[in-house]
Each structure stands twice: as C-alpha cells, then as structure tokens.
C-alpha cells in the first residue's frame, strides 16, 4: 500500500474519519451514507468506506502543507462524502 503524503497523515486522516462515522451513526437521525453502507454490507463495509474515504482525502490533499485548516478541510470533506 502507498500512502500519498506518508503513514503518519494518512493514519491521522484515517482516525478523523472513523471517528466521525461512529459519531454520526450515534446519532438516530442520520440517515446518510454510512447508515446505508452499515445496513447492506455490516463492519466490513464500514471498513472498506473508510479506508476509500481516507485514501480519497489524501489524493485529493496531495503534498498540501496544513496551516491550520486540516481539521475545517476534513470536516467538508465529510460532510459531503457522508450526507
């Protein structure tokens, strides 16, 4: 596996974005994404979208040197991934 801007940014980005899957599949409201992927594919699925999500916001982020917008970038980035 290669990791575009290192192991250290993909795994930091890889945590942000299970932790907000497991947030927002707390939440009895949401109905987006992951609720649909959780539903007709189990865990696995899950895995599998966040790892395509991380692998995709590290393409997308490629050689960017962060100034303090990782967190404000990652958050619309999954708002629109996730629904």
């Known amino acids: 596996m290669e990791f575009t801007n290192g192991f250290d940014s993909w795994f930091e980005t890889h945590h942000e974005i299970v932790a907000s899957?497991?947030?927002n599949l707390n939440?009895?409201?949401y109905n987006g994404r992951a609720r649909e992927i959780e539903g007709s594919q189990g865990t696995g699925?899950?895995?599998e979208l966040a790892k395509e999500l991380t692998d995709k916001f590290e393409t997308?982020?490629?050689d960017r040197e962060?100034?303090?917008e990782f967190f404000e970038e990652i958050e619309n980035f999954l708002e629109k991934e996730l629904g």
């Open 60 to 62: 997308l982020n490629e």
């Open 66 to 68: 962060w100034d303090g």
């Open 21 to 23: 899957i497991t947030y």
């Open 27 to 29: 939440l009895p409201q």
């Open 45 to 47: 699925g899950l895995y």
